[in-house]
């Protein structure tokens, strides 16, 4: 399944937060040092991979970390043509805040005087949509299967209980009861759940 953005990890991911790579320090994007500024020279930049209306995404080594990243590159004067700035900043503010392992990472951003620059976390099997263009649909079997990576806090009876949920094949999933008899739910209920028995009719 392509479940999500399909990672490479050239650094450990404790290196490529947004504190590693430090921008301006404004009030979407935190940073370590609000002195130093990055620039463009701080990249490596490499080869295109992709364009779009308002300017072109890079694949870049962060020069500093030797983490590849993807340099998303917008032309202001693009954006002031169509009236988009305010929608830039309102992408940068969500992306800041958002963590989840099937959204691209947002490190930071920076910008010079004609361009404004997002880097972003680099997918290198490229995007979903393309490749339903290609295969046209994916299959059930495709579509089902989920590749869970739990954080560390999460105890081994959550990890037990949600991968049993999700199972493919619904035989083999858990019944309502089940769930209800299930030992993490038990030992984190705070009353005791009645059985599930099937109403008579008076």
Wanted: glycine share 6%.
């Amino acid at each position: 399944m392509v479940a999500g953005p399909q990672r490479v990890q050239v650094k450990p991911r404790a290196e490529m937060d947004r504190n590693a790579i430090t921008g301006p320090g404004k009030e979407c994007v935190a940073s370590s040092s609000a002195s130093k500024k990055i620039s463009i020279d701080d990249f490596d930049i490499g080869r295109p991979l992709g364009k779009g209306k308002f300017g072109n995404v890079y694949l870049a080594r962060v020069k500093k970390l030797q983490a590849i990243v993807a340099l998303k590159v917008l032309f202001k004067s693009q954006m002031e043509k169509e009236g988009v700035e305010h929608q830039l900043r309102r992408e940068i503010e969500i992306q800041a805040h958002l963590k989840h392992p099937n959204i691209l990472r947002f490190y930071n951003y920076f910008h010079d005087r004609k361009r404004v620059f997002l880097v972003l976390e680099y997918a290198p099997r490229g995007e979903m949509y393309k490749e339903l263009q290609r295969c046209g649909r994916f299959d059930d079997q495709r579509t089902a299967t989920v590749d869970l990576k739990f954080p560390r806090n999460i105890s081994d009876g959550a990890r037990d209980l949600v991968s049993k949920l999700l199972r493919h094949n619904p035989t083999d999933r858990l019944s309502l009861q089940s769930v209800i008899d299930h030992p993490w739910v038990r030992s984190n209920s705070r009353r005791v759940l009645p059985p599930i028995c099937p109403t008579k009719k008076s």
